[in-house]
Structure formats: C-alpha cells, structure tokens
C-alpha cells in the first residue's frame, strides 16, 4: 500500500502512475485502498472524517495514503457540522470530498446534515461504516430489527445509495456516484454503504484503468427549432414578462441578462439566485416568493407570461403555488422534466440553461417583441418603493427591548451592517435559517453570485457557522462570515474547536434575541401570541467563545458605530473570530422586513390552497 500511494504521489495522479509504469494496471488490495484509489480518479482527494468502530480500516487507508502526501483527512466533532461544510466546500469552491462516518449514529447524523446537500442540488459523497453482511448477530449501532441492508434503504431515500455487500462491485458504486454527485442539474449526496466486514476484504487483480473517470457531461440544447420558436413566439405576444431566476442561473448570468432585455421583461430572484443581476440593474425585482420583496412580489403577481429559468419553484419561491395568478402562459428551461413539467400551459425548452437561454435570445433578437414601458415602468415604480422600505428599516434607531432592558439593534440594522463590512473586505456571508435567512437575502444587494450564500432549500439551523470551515478546506480560500441567530449556533456551536483546529480564518456573527424570531413572529401573526419558542437562559456568547483556545470573541455594542469597530477588530485576528449582537424583538414593525407573500403554513393553509385550487396553472 505505501509503494503504490508513493508512486501516485510521485506521478500526480492514478492515470499517470499507471503510464509511468510505477503502479501496475492490476493490483491486488483491501477494498478500503481500492476505494481510496477510485475516489482519486473522481478527483477526491479531502476526507472530512469523524471514525469510529465500524470505520477503523478505510481510516488505516486514509493514514497510508495522506503520509504520501496523496490524500488529506480532516476530523470533525460533529456528523451534521462535518456534512455541512462539505456542501458548503463544494457549493462555494466548487471542490469534491468525501464525508466519512462510522455505522449508527453517526450516520444518521451525517444523513441527517446530507438535506442541505440534497435540497440544493450540491454534489458530495457519503461514505459511512454499515453492519456486516454475515448476518452473524446484531452489529453494535446498528438498527436493531431482524432486517438486512436498513442503512442502504434509508439513505436511498435521501438520494441515492449503493451498499458494497461485495467489494469487486467497486467499479459500479462508483460509476453510479458519480453520475449523483457530478449531476449537471440533479446533483446530489451519494452513499456509499461499508460494511465492517467488507473493508479489509481482498480485492484480487483489481483493474484500476477500469475504475471509472469523473463523469463529464457535455451541455445539451433543445434540437427541434420549433418549441424554441414557440416559446419566442408566446413572449411577443404578452406585454408583460417576468423571469424566475433558479439557483440554476448563477453560472449564466451574462445569458440571464440578455434574455430579459430581449424579453422586454424583468428578473425575480430566488434566495439562491442572489447576484446574477447586479442589485441596481433596473430589470432585478429582487427576491419574490413568501418572503419576497415588494417588487418581486408585485412582478409576480401581475404578469401574463412567466420564464421560469433553473428553478425547482418550492413554496417559498412561488407562494406555494399561488405567485403567479394571471401567468398565461409559460416557457420553462431547465435540464429536469419534473421541474419543467411543474405548471400547466408550459412550452417546454429542456437542457442546460445557459445554453438553451442564448438560442432563445438569438431567436428573439432575429425579431425582438415591441417594447412594454407601462409594464416597465410599473414595476420600476414598486423597485423604488422597495428600495425606500428597505433604507426606511436600515435607518431605524436602536429601539427598547424587553429582554434586554435597553435599546439595542433591529435584526435589519445589523445584517446591513454585517453585509457591508464583509463586501469591504471581500468576504463571502453565509446565512443561517430563520429570521435571520429571510432578513439576510431581502437585504442582500449582491451585484455577482455567491457574494451571499443562503442555504434556503432545507433551512438548516447551524448551517452556516459549520459552513464556513470549507473556507479553511478549501484550495483557494475567502474570507467567510457566518451570520446565525443564537438557536442556530447552538445547534452547531463545535465550529469553535473545528475551525481553530482547521485554522479558519473567518467569523461567526451571533444575532441574539433569545428566541426562534421567525417562528415566534408566524404564531402571532397567525394566532395572536407566542408559544415555547423562546426561553429565559441568557447565554454570554463571548465568554463562551473566549473558552476555546485561539478564538477571538467580542461584543458588537448596541449601535452601528460600536458594531461597525468590532467587525473591524474581529477581522483583524488571523483565526476564528466571533461577535455577539444583542437585537430586538418585539411589535414594532421596523424590527424586521416582513412578508409580501402567501404562504402554505398554519392557519393560513386554508385560504392558500383555496386559491391554488381556483386557480389553473
């Protein structure tokens, strides 16, 4: 094992080593280094671990391979945490690794953390100890029923899996796993089922030029003309066009734009989508769904003709179902059927979308639509008084809080304060669930993708303060700034040990109102009080912090002055960082942004399918 992991060092990679003849074509191995091995032809080469019983000989492997200077293993404290950064390590760098857990628990924590990666179409593998397939009694940790194979069946559930019940079935694993994880628009987590028993196994004559090579998809565009000449045909007719930008529109900013001059139309982003108009750009709504904007709600609910672009349309985009009440018609570009078949009256263009986007824009620029200024013009008007909103709620003083018995910052107040600090620095901010996500991209004023990144597909509380710790992964990399409330961090408050281990360079924002905010303020909306979603626990966050070694904690004061002067400060410090911010919660409106959609919650359900169901799109 350590000639081979030394002469692939040497070479630089696998395909290399076998050309220079210093590793042999066949080999005979533990499926554990075939694994490692096949995971480096898929350009593998980070571990985020955290052992136990049931993965001490993949663990064995990983030692070998990383003193040859091959591989790099990094340990984690936390499953949940440990699967976030990965996502986010992928996600932000666009850099594959492999998460590595042991049976039971920690597997399920892992899965558990793998939702972010599955709701957000990001790409990582899965690798996690599972019981033996000798069946010789019940495995420690593992499920306790008299069922074979149950890790494998939960975790197809989540996306897709592949038990190795049989070592030499390692070539088609992988061939599958990288169809999962480098999918070109249904990317996902793939899990990859060890047994105990499995691992040490020998693999004999093991062809490595038959382990598969990362799958490389080529882009794919609509090849009739006539449903692309349909679709420009339906947007000549309509005077006013709205374009839903996905999540899938980030790397097609520059086809984004044209289409929607060429449309004649404007751009309404989703909370993943951030960015891909400059925020100025006179066609971007902003963001428009449950939460929304002014402006992207009213582009939404006024159109007759929406262009739906790499979006999966979930509730929070689309006012679970009802956003769009007098679209009549809709061209949907995207590469997955399901989300190109969500609405009815649909012209279908599938592939990828920037390049089915620049064949609409060429047909459309061969005859553009006559210019809609009225339709312009009204939504240009709902952008300032968004805009004048928005500023209104920024200028807001410190206003009284009853928990804190004094005046502090509004939640607004300091995310813009956070916001601009980290564009000055050129850091990116990433944002956890709650209130605090539904402020942080109704405030965003990103002018690129993933200044800002929103982790809104499963809204994961303790996403981002675990998030960040990619950026001490990572190859290249940035500045990262997590901004979490207080429940948020607490669910994943280990990134004070990981990211000083890890030697992260970054900071962790805790905005503290001793409550989950967001849910608080849904009950009283929709029920007229609170209920067990605060608590009366006052917590010093920068004492906790200051406890861990090698972290810097400071209190951000309460005004944007005293803010301001510790985000400088805790920049300042070459590692881990963190700033406690006491904000307010309370009835005063200006204490957040507020809702400008509908939305499938509560007793608000019954009205909100009442009118999906009236409704025929």
């Keep these: 094992m350590e000639a081979r992991a030394a002469a692939i060092a040497a070479a630089g990679d696998v395909d290399r080593a076998m050309a220079r003849g210093t590793l042999p074509r066949r080999i005979t191995c533990t499926l554990s280094e075939g694994l490692v091995i096949?995971?480096?032809?898929?350009?593998?080469?980070?571990y985020l671990a955290i052992f136990g019983h049931g993965s001490t000989d993949l663990a064995e492997a990983l030692r070998v391979y990383?003193?040859?200077?091959?591989?790099?293993?990094?340990?984690?404290?936390?499953?949940?945490?440990?699967?976030?950064?990965?996502?986010?390590?992928?996600?932000?760098?666009?850099?594959?690794?492999?998460?590595?857990t042991?049976?039971?628990?920690?597997?399920?924590?892992?899965?558990?953390?793998?939702?972010?990666?599955?709701?957000?179409?990001?790409?990582?593998?899965?690798?996690?100890?599972?019981?033996?397939?000798?069946?010789?009694?019940?495995?420690?940790?593992?499920?306790?029923?008299?069922?074979?194979?149950?890790?494998?069946?939960?975790?197809?559930?989540?996306?897709?899996?592949?038990?190795?019940?049989?070592?030499?079935?390692?070539?088609?694993?992988?061939?599958?796993?990288?169809?999962?994880?480098?999918?070109?628009?249904?990317?996902?987590?793939?899990?990859?089922?060890?047994?105990?028993?499995?691992?040490?196994?020998?693999?004999?004559d093991l062809n490595l030029a038959a382990l598969p090579e990362r799958l490389e998809?080529?882009?794919?565009?609509?090849?009739?003309?006539?449903?692309?000449?349909?679709?420009?045909?339906?947007?000549?007719?309509?005077?006013?066009?709205?374009?839903?930008?996905?999540?899938?529109?980030?790397?097609?900013?520059?086809?984004?734009?044209?289409?929607?001059?060429?449309?004649?139309?404007?751009?309404?982003?989703?909370?993943?989508?951030?960015?891909?108009?400059?925020?100025a750009h006179p066609r971007n709504m902003h963001v428009g769904g449950s939460k929304g904007s002014i402006s992207g709600n009213f582009a939404m609910?006024?159109?007759?003709?929406?262009?739906?672009?790499?979006?999966?349309?979930?509730?929070?985009?689309?006012?679970?179902?009802?956003?769009?009440?007098?679209?009549?018609?809709?061209?949907?570009?995207?590469?997955?059927?399901?989300d190109l078949a969500h609405y009815n009256r649909t012209i279908m263009l599938p592939g990828d979308?920037?390049?089915?986007?620049?064949?609409?824009?060429?047909?459309?620029?061969?005859?553009?639509?006559?210019?809609?200024?009225?339709w312009i013009a009204a939504c240009g008007e709902r952008k300032r008084q968004w805009v004048e909103?928005?500023?209104?709620?920024?200028?807001?003083?410190?206003?009284?809080?009853?928990?804190?018995?004094?005046?502090?910052?509004?939640?607004?107040?300091?995310?813009?304060?956070?916001?601009?600090?980290?564009?000055?620095?050129?850091?990116?901010?990433?944002?956890?669930?709650?209130d605090v996500q539904a402020n942080g991209f109704q405030i965003a004023a990103d002018d690129t993708p993933l200044q800002t990144i929103t982790e809104a597909g499963a809204s994961y509380m303790?996403?981002?303060?675990?998030?960040?710790?990619?950026?001490?992964?990572?190859?290249?990399?940035r500045y990262a700034v997590a901004v979490c409330g207080d429940g948020s961090f607490l669910m994943n408050p280990q990134v004070l040990a990981d990211g000083v281990h890890h030697r992260l360079k970054g900071m962790v924002v805790i905005l503290d109102n001793r409550r989950m905010g967001a849910i608080s303020g849904l009950q009283q909306a929709q029920y007229g009080a609170a209920h067990a979603t605060s608590d009366n626990v006052a917590v010093d966050y920068v004492a906790m912090a200051r406890s861990v070694e090698g972290v810097f904690a400071i209190d951000g004061g309460g005004s944007t002055e005293s803010l301001a002067a510790a985000l400088r400060r805790a920049h300042a410090h070459p590692g881990l960082s963190v700033v406690q911010v006491r904000v307010y919660y309370g009835d005063d409106p200006r204490g957040g942004m507020g809702a400008h959609g509908a939305w499938n919650v509560g007793n608000w359900v019954g009205a909100t399918q009442a009118r999906y169901h009236d409704q025929d799109l």
Aim: charged share 15%; proline share 7%; hydrophobic share 45%.
């Design 353 to 374: 979308v920037g390049c089915v986007m620049e064949q609409l824009v060429a047909r459309l620029a061969s005859e553009p639509p006559a210019p809609a200024p009225g």
């Design 102 to 204: 042991s049976i039971g628990p920690g597997a399920l924590q892992a899965m558990a953390g793998s939702l972010a990666a599955a709701s957000n179409g990001i790409g990582v593998w899965h690798v996690y100890g599972d019981e033996t397939t000798h069946d010789e009694g019940c495995n420690m940790q593992q499920i306790p029923k008299h069922e074979q194979g149950l890790y494998g069946r939960l975790t197809a559930v989540m996306g897709e899996s592949y038990v190795l019940h049989t070592p030499e079935a390692l070539r088609s694993a992988l061939r599958r796993g990288s169809l999962r994880v480098n999918h070109p628009f249904r990317a996902g987590p793939f899990y990859l089922m060890l047994p105990i028993n499995t691992q040490p196994q020998t693999i004999r």
């Design 462 to 477: 303790g996403f981002a303060a675990s998030a960040i710790v990619a950026s001490a992964i990572a190859d290249r990399p």
């Design 38 to 46: 096949g995971l480096l032809k898929q350009g593998v080469r980070k």
């Design 301 to 338: 609910a006024e159109a007759d003709l929406l262009i739906a672009v790499g979006t999966r349309a979930v509730c929070q985009s689309d006012c679970s179902g009802i956003g769009y009440p007098r679209v009549r018609t809709v061209v949907n570009i995207n590469g997955d059927f399901g």
């Design 217 to 279: 998809v080529p882009v794919t565009a609509v090849a009739a003309p006539e449903p692309v000449a349909r679709a420009a045909a339906a947007i000549r007719r309509h005077r006013r066009v709205v374009i839903k930008a996905g999540g899938g529109t980030r790397r097609h900013a520059a086809a984004l734009a044209r289409l929607a001059e060429l449309a004649d139309g404007v751009v309404v982003l989703s909370p993943g989508s951030l960015g891909v108009l400059p925020d």
């Design 389 to 434: 909103f928005k500023n209104g709620r920024l200028r807001c003083p410190p206003l009284h809080d009853p928990v804190w018995s004094r005046p502090v910052l509004t939640q607004p107040v300091a995310i813009h304060a956070v916001l601009e600090f980290a564009r000055s620095v050129g850091a990116t901010s990433y944002f956890d669930a709650g």
């Design 66 to 100: 990383e003193a040859a200077g091959v591989v790099r293993t990094f340990n984690f404290r936390n499953e949940v945490a440990m699967s976030h950064a990965a996502s986010a390590l992928r996600w932000q760098y666009d850099e594959q690794a492999a998460v590595v």
